[in-house]
């Protein structure tokens, strides 16, 4: 059981994480490339936004919006099917990536060509993910990779493993330390 806004969430490893959504991890990457508060989209804000969601979502909600299993990198989690899907919505001309100089370092945009499908989400996780974009959309990805290195999930992860998803229901104000 672990405590969380006064409730409770029973996870075991992988429960929630079991089957990853495609469909809904293909349309949250839509929808983030053309959401009005999102800036600067490149890869490693991407993943650290859709892990902010998820992660989000399983504290908030009791269970993730995608399903996604992350995988601990360098610069933080990444979902570990995200390529995959991401290169279907390139080849579809669905998502697009293109080089611009940010601050002088070269940013791989993404942007989305179609609109997402939203009716993929329920009313609560629509919300979620608006509040999450208006609170970390104009971040740098550097301050998401910085924010994902406080998560115990990802402290806890050895470099190019699964992140522990019944760690991910804690929160980064949990003291890694004392879990």
Known sequence: MLPHHGLAL???AGEVFNMVSGRKLSELSVHLGQHFRVSNLGLTKLWKLIFFIEARALRDLGEPVTGSEFIKYEHGPEPS???KFLKKLVKADEVTFTQRSVGGKTLNESKAVRAADLSTFSF?????VDSLCVELGRRSALDLSYFSHEE???HYAAMRDKLPPELIAYG???DPEGL
């Open 81 to 83: 099917r995200g390529d």
């Open 10 to 12: 029973t996870v075991e």
């Open 124 to 128: 609560e996780e629509r919300q979620l």
């Open 172 to 174: 980064h104000k949990e």
């Open 152 to 154: 115990p999930s990802w």
